[in-house]
């Protein structure tokens, strides 16, 4: 699951310049001393646009390296998916960005898809704290993960999402499973990989 919303380094890229022009005073003479030499437009948007750039590459590399892989889950019982399954509610909720995915296959049947976004203009807490899912919350059963700042999971029917955010990076889980216990065991059994996959301070 990945909303680091990087289709916003093309929005920062494409901003009007507030660059001042020189003005001589109503009524005064032409001055004979230098005008002060301004940087052209695209002089002045180096820095900022090098800097988003750099930003934005950094957390799509976050964004990257927080999707699950099959040694993740090789003691999970799951294999990697043909197609993706249609996203719960929950997932839906999650604003919108340039997320990265993984889906895969349970021996029951059951199946977990990931989805991992990043955020370049804010934190993944602060979207974490505005989403609103529906159905239960999901009891995780333990403190907060290590490498996670914040966490929170529901249950709905057969459906049990997790969201775990870190830095810019939002990592979310999604299992469906025939039975709603099983569906919550297997999301909370994830919780502990995945946060160990979100960014590193």
């Known amino acids: 699951m990945a909303a680091v919303v990087l289709a ?38 180096q820095p900022e646009t090098g800097s988003t750039t750099s930003a934005a590459a950094e957390i799509a590399q976050q964004v990257s390296a927080a999707v699950l892989t099959a040694q993740d889950l090789v003691h999970q019982g799951a294999h990697a998916a043909t197609t993706r399954p249609a996203n719960g509610a929950c997932f839906d909720a999650v604003p919108s960005g340039d997320p990265r995915s993984a889906s895969w296959v349970y021996n029951s049947g059951s199946t977990l898809t990931q989805q991992v976004t990043g955020y370049l203009d804010k934190q993944a807490t602060d979207v974490l704290a505005q989403v609103r899912c529906g159905g239960n919350q999901l009891n995780m059963g333990v403190a907060l993960p290590a490498g996670a700042e914040m966490v929170r999971g529901w249950c709905e029917a057969t459906t049990c999402t997790v969201l775990l955010a870190r830095g810019h990076v939002l990592s979310g889980l999604q299992v469906t499973a025939s039975t709603p216990a099983r569906a919550s065991d297997a999301v909370r059994s994830l919780v502990q990989i995945a946060a160990g996959r979100l960014p590193k301070d």
């Not at 005073?25 to 695209?42: D, H, I, K, L, N």
Request: glycine share 10%; hydrophobic share 20%; with cysteine.
């Open 8 to 45: 916003g380094v093309t929005g920062c890229g494409n901003r009007p310049n507030n660059l001042e022009t020189y003005y001589d005073q109503p009524g005064s003479s032409p001055s004979t001393t230098a005008e002060p030499v301004q940087a052209s437009p695209s002089e002045a948007a």
